[in-house]
Every structure is written in structure tokens, then in C-alpha cells.
């Protein structure tokens, strides 16, 4: 079955950066797309980044110009690179895959995505 394992997360400061990474198997969908979200205690989890199998990526506001989605050249990985990470950007990241076909609430929609990952945590401090 597909399975999604994120990586990478841990503390930092404040204005610091971090790389997630989350190795998926046995997804063959295509096309795709992959994103991450996240979710703060006592919050909903929030879509931050989407990547369609085409190229085609999407941002959160909150996080737009910080953060960046992107495959690893053997498209079994999915990357998100943080930088000038802020103490609201804390919360369990978690990868997320779907393929063709199912309810599509959009690329940020927590609704939209079959398989996910188990969450990787990040937490900036002030």
C-alpha cells in the first residue's frame, strides 16, 4: 500500500530555515498531487503547499515567498524548504498524496487528499 513518511523537522529560532522531506512508496498515481499541511494545537489542519504532477504549485498566503514545494529528481521524495520561519509557523507537518478520480475541494483542502503521513514536528521559538 502507498505509504508517506515525512523527516526533517525539529526547533529552531526565529528567521531560521528547515527542510522536511517525506519518501513515499508504491505511489504510482499519475497525475497527482502532493502537499504538505500542518496543524497547530487546538487548530484545524491548514494546507500550506501543493505541487500538481504537471508542475503546478500552490501556496498559502501565510506561508507565500517563504516556503517552497518540490520533488527530488527520482519523484519519490517531496521536499518543503521553510526559511524565515516565524513561532506561528509551529505545528505537526504532514505529507499528503492523492491520485486521479475522488472529491476535490481544492489543492489546499485537507478533504481532497487519500493518503497521508504520520507528521513530522516543527517549532519556532522567539
Known amino acids: 500500500q502507498v505509504q508517506l513518511v515525512e523527516s526533517g523537522g525539529g526547533s529552531v529560532l526565529a528567521g531560521g530555515s528547515l527542510r522536511l522531506s517525506c519518501a513515499s512508496s508504491n505511489f504510482t498515481y499519475t497525475p497527482y498531487y502532493m502537499a504538505w499541511f500542518r496543524q497547530a494545537p487546538g487548530k484545524e489542519r491548514e494546507g500550506v503547499a501543493a505541487l500538481h504532477s504537471g508542475g503546478t504549485t500552490t501556496y498559502a498566503n501565510s506561508v507565500q515567498g517563504r516556503f517552497t514545494i518540490y520533488q527530488g529528481n527520482a519523484k519519490n521524495t517531496l521536499y518543503l524548504q521553510m526559511n524565515s520561519l516565524k513561532p506561528e509557523d509551529t505545528g505537526i507537518y504532514y505529507c499528503?498524496?492523492?491520485?486521479?478520480?475522488?472529491?476535490?475541494?481544492?489543492?489546499?483542502?485537507?478533504?481532497?487528499?487519500?493518503?497521508w503521513g504520520r507528521g513530522t514536528q516543527v517549532t519556532v521559538s522567539s
Open positions: 499528503a498524496a492523492r491520485g486521479p478520480g475522488g472529491r476535490w475541494f481544492g489543492p489546499l483542502a485537507p478533504e481532497s487528499y487519500t493518503y
